[in-house]
C-alpha cells in the first residue's frame, strides 16, 4: 500500500511542471486583446471624473499634514451649522413626548434649552447662511423649492414651539396638557426639518449643489 502511495506522490510531482505551463498559457491574452491590455497598463491612473471646481471656491490647500479644514475655507456656513436644528429639534421633540409621561422639571429644561439653541441655528442657516445658487437644472431646482419650503416650515413651528414652552414652564408650571401642546408643535417641526434635511441631502448627493462650490454664487447669501 505504501509502495502505491509513494508512486502516486511521484506521479503528480511529474505533472506539476506541465500544470504551471498550462496555467500560465491559459491566463495569456494573445494579438489585440494582449496589446490592449498592456496599453491600459502603461497609462497612469486618473480619477473616472474630473472636478469642475469654480476657481473661487478652490481655496483650500491641502496640507498633508492635516485633513482640518478652517471654517473659511468652506464657500458658505451653512454645512457648518445645519445639523445642530436637525439633531436638537429632533431631541426636543422626543424629551416633550416622553415628558407628558414623567412630568418632570429636568425634562422640560432639556427641552427649553435644545429648543432655544435649534430655533436660533435654524434662523441663522436659512435665513443669513443660506447660499445663492446658479445654473441648476429644472429638477434641482425643484428640489431645492421644497428644502426651502420645509426649511421656512421649520422657522415658524420652531418659533410656535420655543414660545409654547416658554408659557409652558414659566407661566403654566408644567402642566400636562401645555406639556402636550409643546410636544405636538415641537413633533410638526422636528418631520419639518428631517423633510428639509431630506431635501438637502438629496441636493447635494444625488443633485450635485455644493461639493467643492459647485453651483453656489460666491459671496451672496439670504
Not at 428631517?194 to 459671496?219: C, D, F, N, R
Amino acid at each position: 500500500m505504501n509502495k502505491i502511495y509513494i508512486a502516486a506522490l511521484l506521479m503528480l510531482l511529474l505533472h506539476l511542471p506541465n500544470i504551471q505551463l498550462l496555467y500560465a498559457h491559459g491566463g495569456e491574452k494573445h494579438g489585440k486583446a494582449a496589446k490592449k491590455m498592456e496599453e491600459n497598463q502603461e497609462k497612469p491612473d486618473t480619477p473616472a471624473v474630473q472636478s469642475a471646481v469654480p476657481e473661487e471656491h478652490a481655496v483650500h490647500i491641502q496640507e498633508p499634514a492635516s485633513a482640518h479644514a478652517r471654517p473659511d475655507d468652506f464657500p458658505n456656513k451653512h454645512p457648518l451649522f445645519v445639523h445642530f436644528p436637525i439633531v436638537l429639534l429632533l431631541v426636543a421633540a422626543a424629551v416633550q413626548l416622553c415628558n407628558i409621561l414623567f412630568l418632570r422639571k429636568e425634562l422640560d429644561w432639556v427641552t427649553t434649552v435644545a429648543t432655544i439653541i435649534s430655533f436660533g441655528t435654524a434662523y441663522y442657516v436659512t435665513k443669513f447662511a443660506h447660499p445663492h445658487t446658479s445654473g441648476l437644472t429644472e429638477h434641482a431646482k425643484l428640489v431645492l423649492d421644497q428644502h426651502d419650503l420645509y426649511a421656512d416650515w421649520t422657522i415658524y413651528l420652531g418659533g410656535i414651539g420655543l414660545a409654547s414652552q416658554l408659557l409652558n414652564q414659566f407661566l403654566f408650571k408644567g402642566r400636562r396638557w401645555s406639556i402636550v401642546v409643546v410636544a405636538l408643535v415641537l413633533s410638526a417641526a422636528a418631520y419639518c426639518v428631517s423633510m428639509a434635511g431630506h431635501y438637502g441631502a438629496q441636493l447635494v448627493h444625488i443633485e450635485g449643489v455644493g461639493p467643492q462650490g459647485k453651483y453656489l454664487e460666491t459671496g451672496h447669501h439670504h
